[in-house]
């Protein structure tokens, strides 16, 4: 899997949050070589992070 700019996607990173927990997802990630990164519990200085990376996805998934 690459991005727009023919980078390979090496790490995806998420806030713990429910929206990317699935047994379907995780092999997903597992096939395409992915890895998965959550913010530490507890975190809200992390989870900025990780709601801006799946900002920018969703609006390029809508655009694409």
Do not use: W
């Not at 927990?21 to 530490?40: H, M, N, P, W, Y």
């Not at 989870?47 to 990376?53: L, S, Y």
């Amino acid at each position: 899997m690459e991005n727009e700019i023919g980078h390979k996607i090496k790490l995806l990173r998420f806030n713990n949050g429910g929206e990317f927990v699935s047994k379907k997802f995780d092999a997903f990630l597992v096939e395409c070589g992915i890895q998965r990164q959550t913010s530490a519990p507890y975190s809200p200085q992390q989870n900025g992070v990780a709601k801006r990376a799946k900002r920018t996805i969703m609006e390029c998934a809508r655009e694409g």
